[in-house]
């Protein structure tokens, strides 16, 4: 069984920044694309970004030039760096992955900022 853990959530300060991260475990054999999105208190889930196995990455508008998104296949870990962090980031933020050429979500992380 396959699975993604997220970490590093947490209350961060408007203006401050957060870095999280998401592992993959389990038995896998191939790591497709990995992506993250969110969900506000009362919205629907959003996309935020997305790496390729080739290290092409896209974004939201919301998020251009704040936030960055790397991978690391040795350790199968996706990262999210969020800088310049505004409430309006405040979310849920749960990763994607082709694991084995099959989509698999993660529990999420929580972020809010906040003063």
């Known amino acids: 069984q396959v699975q993604l853990v997220e970490s590093g959530g947490g209350l961060v300060q408007p203006g401050g920044s957060l870095r999280i991260s998401c592992a993959a475990s389990?038995?896998?054999?191939?790591?497709?694309?990995m992506g993250w999105y969110r969900q506000a208190p009362g919205k629907e889930r959003e996309f935020v970004a997305r790496i390729t196995s080739d290290y092409r990455t896209t974004y939201a508008d919301p998020v251009k030039g704040r936030f960055t998104i790397s991978r690391d296949n040795a350790k199968k870990t996706v990262y999210l760096q969020m800088d310049s962090l505004i409430p309006e980031d405040t979310a849920v933020y749960s990763c994607n992955a082709i694991l084995n050429r099959w989509p698999s979500w993660g529990q999420g992380t929580r972020v809010t900022v906040s003063s």
């Open positions: 389990g038995s896998i054999f191939s790591i497709g694309d």
